[in-house]
């Protein structure tokens, strides 16, 4: 029978293997060598320590049992395992199965793959019923996933899933062999088995049942040849689809646990992240724009970088809330990759700010930097004075009058040289002052002081950090009051900067505090963000107002936030009191201020 | 005119017919919110810019409009995208978008 056909069928697998082994090798080799020279050196130290040991724990976790998945639902996590681990399990075992049967560790690359089609008299070869059954029992696991796979096609929401990514040609013909590959080998170990009785404890019967009806001598050739096409195909377009991911992300793993970071320019690393994207889609349904109907999400601008052709009206239509760097369960850095596309895609007109010299300084223990969303919001500022007041602060109100913004909206809008140059002057000036600490009003600032400027011995703080640090040592009155809130987390200060406790800390001396679904890392963008360029104001009333309404769900008595832009664009929609955390100390004071003039006034009458 | 004693002043003239409007038509074509401004000057008043040297948001609009692309591009590069002009606008113009295609558009249309 095996010498009647010429193994001619095994060949659509073996071209289609070798070209993925030499595309996927020459991207590892270009995207290695595009690398900078501290990378390189990170790498080449990190090959040889723990760290490479960590990589290949964190690829089999995350790679084959994709355990993020998991958490996000079960049942998608299951999919992706029984596909991803199961058919790893199959390949490994199945090599197992020809060690035993040839009885040595050379063998043709193909024969794991098609071994059931080779191998005659299972019964004179050691474990070889054992190996039957096992491969039978590892195919149907990752068939479960396979139907599972069918099965979201028409019911997303088994998967806690409400959108899909869009498919492209070459996604597609990916998606179709890959759906055939399985179906197809079971078939094709039943037929064979129906023939030379080598199958286990499923295709055997399956084998035994087709062999009655079914003209095996014809149909076996015919479906292990249509396997093997399948597979070719599977790996033909696997590196212009998002299967790319496969490879990719493994590479990804290890790149960032040598420490290789993304820069503030595009480069190799940059698309190492971009090609790991498996468009699973868990990012798109996350994504608070879906409500006003704008498709700008992260999977669709990683899919337009690696087919060139992103537009200003995707690139810049974001909130970069997080939300769904939150969530991928690859851990792309989208929203530094979404940062360092804008600051490419505006090289060519920044600004020089050639006006901007010196500034006044004044020496104090703290700088204060309201903000220019601070200036207006004035109640937060005014609170803030009161409380330096109040606490009896040495302190410098930097941006009183006259200072330039932090840099942050430039660089967020990718006008990075333009920034620095905002960096600079401001730099100078907090430096000058000989100050060892800058309060800070807007996380927006508080994450450019944070990351962009060179302050060394100044610790900067965003104000709530600040005025908990204040109630700590007891220098802010505390009154509780009957009220309940909720606290709004903003994007920057929270997943930007994971400041989540502080604030919470220091409200449960003034107020109840509801806890809600969306908060810390889940919490809601207000839709003020200032990182999105493109949106209307309209679209941004919308994620306001929803924001608003399942808020308003918990019956709350004010809103809390800490963000002066977060307030902004709350109250603009006029539902209900929302206040600053500084407000809700400052209000204290007051009405200590207050019942101390009562005191002194009773005081005053006792002695007339 | 000559008749009259008065004549017209070669610098206070704007010659439509000449007019380099492309700038003009690519920013209004990608921000429409633009075509409803009513020079409140609301986005001047609050600049974070503007308090610190003369800069006017108007400005923009009106050499924008006389596609006076030399003054516009002096003047647009004074910003600092803070964003304030954008929340007190009355009309809900997204000036940030303006300002980001112009200076996009400055650079385009000039090496078109």
């Given at each position: ?10 060949w ?11 595309i996927v ?10 690398l ?5 050196i ?6 040889r ?22 958490r ?26 020809a ?82 590959i ?8 039943s ?15 399956l ?6 009806f ?7 050739p ?23 991911h496969i ?10 646990n ?18 790991s ?5 868990i990012?798109l349904?996350?994504?608070?724009l ?23 009206e995707?690139?810049f ?11 991928c ?13 804008r ?15 010196g ?29 330096f ?12 009058h ?13 006008q ?18 000989g ?8 996380p ?9 400027y060179?302050?060394?011995d ?27 809130s ?7 200060l ?8 502080k ?7 003034y ?27 309209s679209?941004?009333d ?16 004010s ?14 929609g ?12 400052a ?22 | ?13 704007v010659n439509?017919?000449?007019?380099d ?5 690519y ?17 001047t ?9 003369d ?16 003054s ?10 803070c ?27 000039r090496?078109?």
């Open positions: 029978m095996n010498k009647l056909l010429p193994e001619i069928f095994i659509p697998f073996i071209i289609g293997l070798a070209y993925f082994s030499i090798l020459y991207r590892f080799v270009r995207w290695t060598l595009g900078s020279k501290i990378d390189k990170r790498i080449w130290k990190g090959l320590s723990r760290k490479t040991l960590d990589s290949a724990i964190e690829a089999f976790r995350e790679g084959l049992l994709h355990r993020k998945i998991f996000t639902n079960p049942v998608l996590g299951y999919m992706h395992m029984s596909l991803a681990f199961g058919w790893f399990l199959l390949i490994v075992f199945g090599h197992f199965e060690v035993a049967y040839k009885g040595s560790l050379s063998f043709p690359v193909y024969l794991p793959i098609f071994f059931r089609f080779f191998v005659d008299g299972i019964e004179t070869y050691p474990f070889m019923h054992f190996f039957a059954s096992l491969m039978d029992l590892l195919l149907l696991f990752v068939l479960s996933g396979v139907s599972l796979a069918y099965y979201k096609r028409f019911n997303k929401k088994l998967f806690g899933m409400k959108k899909a990514t869009r498919l492209k040609s070459g996604d597609r013909i990916a998606l179709t062999a890959l759906w055939l399985f179906p197809l080998r079971l078939l094709a170990e037929f064979s088995a129906g023939q030379l009785k080598n199958g286990g404890i499923i295709t055997q019967p084998g035994n049942l087709f062999s009655l079914v003209p095996l001598e014809l149909t076996t015919v479906t292990w040849l249509a396997y093997s096409f399948a597979l070719g195909f599977f790996f033909v377009s696997l590196p212009n689809s998002r299967y790319m490879p990719a992300e493994v590479f990804f793993i290890f790149l960032r040598y420490s290789v970071r993304l820069k503030k320019r595009v480069n190799t690393y940059s698309l190492v992240q971009v090609f994207c498996s468009r699973c889609g990012c349904d996350t994504c608070q879906n409500l006003a109907n704008i498709h700008t999400q992260s999977v669709y601008v990683l899919k337009n970088i690696r087919n060139k052709n992103l537009t200003d995707v690139l239509n974001c909130l970069l809330c997080g939300k769904c760097q939150q969530v369960p690859v851990g792309i850095e989208l929203i530094d990759l979404r940062i360092t596309q600051i490419e895609s505006t090289l060519q007109y920044n600004s020089s700010y050639s006006y901007l010299a500034g006044e300084v004044k020496q104090a223990d703290v700088v204060y930097f309201a903000g220019c969303m601070t200036h207006l919001t004035p109640s937060i500022k005014k609170s803030m004075l009161q409380i007041a109040y606490s009896g602060v040495d302190y410098w109100f930097m941006d009183e006259k200072a330039p913004c932090c840099g942050r909206p430039l660089m967020q809008a990718g990075y040289d333009a920034a620095a140059v905002l960096i600079e002057n401001n730099q100078q000036k907090i430096l000058a002052s100050a060892k600490k800058l309060v800070v009003s807007c927006i600032c508080y994450k450019v002081f944070i990351e962009d060179n302050l060394p100044i610790k900067v703080q965003h104000h709530s950090e600040y005025l908990f640090e204040l109630m700590q040592m007891g220098s802010l009155p505390k009154r509780l009051t009957s009220e309940k909720i606290y709004h987390d903003p994007c920057e929270g997943r930007g900067s994971g400041i989540y406790d604030p919470r800390k220091l409200l449960s001396n107020t109840s505090l509801i806890p809600i679904m969306n908060e810390k890392e889940k919490s809601l963008c207000c839709g003020g963000s200032l990182s999105n360029i493109k949106i209307q104001m679209e941004r919308i994620i306001t107002n929803n924001a608003l309404d399942e808020y308003l769900q918990y019956s709350p008595d809103l809390i936030t800490s963000c002066p832009l977060c307030k902004k664009t709350f109250a603009r006029n539902k209900i009191m929302v206040k600053d955390i500084s407000e809700v100390v209000a204290s004071i007051v009405q200590k201020n207050k019942s101390n003039a009562c005191a002194d006034k009773k005081v005053l009458e006792q002695a007339l | 005119m000559g008749k009259f004693g008065f004549s017209v002043m070669e610098t206070r003239t439509f017919g000449e007019l409007n492309r700038l003009l038509g920013v209004l074509e990608n921000e429409a919110s633009f075509l409803t401004c009513i020079s409140c000057g609301g986005c008043a609050t600049c974070s810019a503007g308090n610190l040297i800069f006017n948001v108007r400005k923009i609009n009106l050499f924008l409009r006389r596609c006076d692309i030399e516009l591009a002096r003047e647009i590069d004074k910003c600092m995208l964003g304030k002009c954008t929340l007190v606008c009355p009309r809900d113009i997204n000036i940030r978008n303006v300002v980001m295609l112009i200076k996009k558009g400055i650079v385009k249309f090496n078109e």
